[in-house]
């Protein structure tokens, strides 16, 4: 059975998501970082790692997502299959790997970004770190302005990419989402949606 390792809080919330939306059997296992268990599928030792019925490895969780919209075409996850459809859907999936991912890392761990030691240093990285989110939201706030969904196509794999890093964006900016209407409108959709909630039930009760 294919089978997900991840992580409660991470990203590998997105192909958790997926893979109910997709509605064929799997399994998921929760793991932490860089334990024995995980970096026995993935020497990284990092989430999401996805295994195949018969052994095969994949990760990180763009890579995931897209495979898992391309193998399951009838979950209509993919955004669309013409050609600049699926531009699109790797245009956006691009975005939240590197851009909007990215601009969070400063808050997670201010130390990597400065030599001095000191709570005043840190904190300033905090902060810049909240004002790259910030032009983040800035530009997925544009975007939606009249979407229900990321994409054309409709509810698609990048949503679900989505949904992990708007709760962290809930969670960590000041002020949280007030300034990004459509944004919240997103992360609204996606938290009523039943299947998302079921996989959210799963991993923070598991």
């Not at 992580?7 to 998921?28: D, N």
């Not at 990597?112 to 939201?137: C, F, I, M, N, P």
């Not at 007030?178 to 009760?205: C, F, I, M, T, W």
Request: charged content about 20%; some cysteine.
């Amino acid at each position: 059975m294919p089978t997900l390792y991840y992580a409660v809080g991470a990203c590998s919330l997105a192909p958790h998501i997926a893979l109910e939306w997709i509605g064929e059997p799997y399994e998921a296992v929760k793991v932490h970082f860089g334990s024995e268990e995980l970096r026995a599928v993935n020497p990284a030792g990092a989430v999401p790692t996805f295994q195949e019925d018969d052994g095969w490895i994949l990760t990180q969780a763009g890579a995931i997502l897209d495979y898992l919209a391309q193998k399951h075409p009838e979950a209509g996850l993919a955004g669309g299959l013409d050609l600049r459809s699926r531009a699109e859907a790797h245009r956006w999936s691009a975005f939240f790997t590197s851009d909007f991912h990215a601009a969070f890392w400063p808050i997670f761990l201010p130390y990597r970004y400065t030599a001095d030691k000191g709570d005043a240093a840190r904190a300033a990285v905090v902060e810049a770190g909240h004002s790259l989110v910030a032009k983040q939201l800035a530009v997925l706030d544009s975007h939606l302005e009249g979407r229900e969904y990321m994409l054309d196509g409709g509810r698609s794999f990048v949503d679900a990419y989505s949904f992990p890093m708007l709760r962290w964006a809930i969670k960590l900016l000041p002020g949280a989402l007030e300034e990004y209407p459509n944004v919240q409108s997103l992360l609204d959709r996606l938290a009523a949606d039943p299947a998302v909630q079921k996989v959210l039930a799963r991993e923070n009760g598991g």
